[in-house]
């Protein structure tokens, strides 16, 4: 839902988009062969900055909590799975044709219901049909009905299909949640804003199952939860917001969604939606698979259908928020500095090595120091170029710190440690580097 947003930068989108490129953050897929439309290949830096984006909610909502447990069910599913969830049949976009142009367009998507985006002719739309969005393909090497096979639009319904192998295995009981982070398809009528909205895509959503007279309570934590953890990694609070959706807006079985919101430079969109779901998709599965799906508590036998809180976000729409969020801009010296301020949890990498030259002299030390603190924290080493220009190379993919080795260095064993955001410089021993990380860079 994009709507003026006073702190939106349409020139942002470009400079992210370039340096993305440049940096080796996200490449067009099949580039080679003109590229494949909106779908994106994440380079050696963005590997890092994608992965750390998931570890950081892994971290935050499996490892540190006893109360939800992991999960990573397959991609593809048969149809009952998707007749039981809705999929099949409302997982649907409108879609008009523009008679003037043929594009086509998610109707929903307009600015003007009425006028063309892309030839600006009026009113040439076609009525409005229903497109599922599932991408649909085959199991074995027979095509046709019985054979056809769906890869996943949400990673959702695996939380749901296992909810009664996880509760019979982890000894967990309401209020507790199953997570999961994976790759979703989604045949997109308007993908577009670069990873924004894409065929293929990363989420990470999480299946929270409570008694059902809890279910408002949690809601109105994990709506909480959820923004703070955007707000810990070190996201502008003027950017990032928590939207509750009007009554119009919410599914039938949704007795309450809010949506987390980023200012991209087009405005307000989303990165998560927090969904109080009540029993609908247990029960839909209990209906469709004729399967009790129910918690039996053990010291009274009562028994009950759990509602669900989930809080869903996308991995490759939040990674590019967190990229625009920490690009920053400064003149020093008269030239203009390109730094990503990113929290040091999420930098591709927490250091680099940058012997000062070439030298033989210099290597073994710089190796040396490489290999001492590579095992602890992903390092980046860089001998060629000015020591300025690595610096530059450095602050653009967001490393917190760099550790230069020097011609003294071979004297006194102390190295010069450079932080990313202040440029101040310290002399550190190098049997002391590792605890001076230490302090600097928390997981
Ligand atoms: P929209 O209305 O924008 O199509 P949605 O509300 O259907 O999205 P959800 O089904 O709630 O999205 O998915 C949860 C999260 O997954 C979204 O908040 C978003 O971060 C991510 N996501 C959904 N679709 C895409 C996509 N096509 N590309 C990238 N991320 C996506």
Redesign the pocket.
Known sequence: MADAAHNADPELFDKIVNLSKRRGFVFQSAEIYGGFRSTYDYGPIGVLLLRNVKDQWWRSMVQLRNDVVGLDASILSPPPVWEASGHLANFT?PLVDCRECNERFREDKLDDPDTCPNCGEKNSFTEARSFNLMFKTHAGPVEGSGHDVYLR??TAQGMFTNFMNVLNTSRKKPPFGIAQIGK?F?N?IT?GNF?????E?E?M?MEFFVPPDEAQQWYEYWCQERMNWYLDLGMNPEKVRLRPHDSDELSHYSSGTS?VEFVFPWGW?????I?NRGDYDLTQHANHASERIEYVDSSDGSRYVPHVIEP???A???MMAFLMDAYNEETVNDETRTVLKLDPRLAPYKVAVLPLSKKDTLTPTAREVFDMVAPHYMTDYDETQAIGKRYRRQDEVGTPLCVTVDFETIEDRAVTVRDRDTMAQDRVAIDQLLSYLAERLPQ
């Open positions: 976009d639009p949400e979703s989604r997109e993908p990873v924004f909205r894409t065929r895509f989420q959503e949506d969109d989303e990165l998560e939606g969904a869903a976000a996308g490759t729409r939040t």
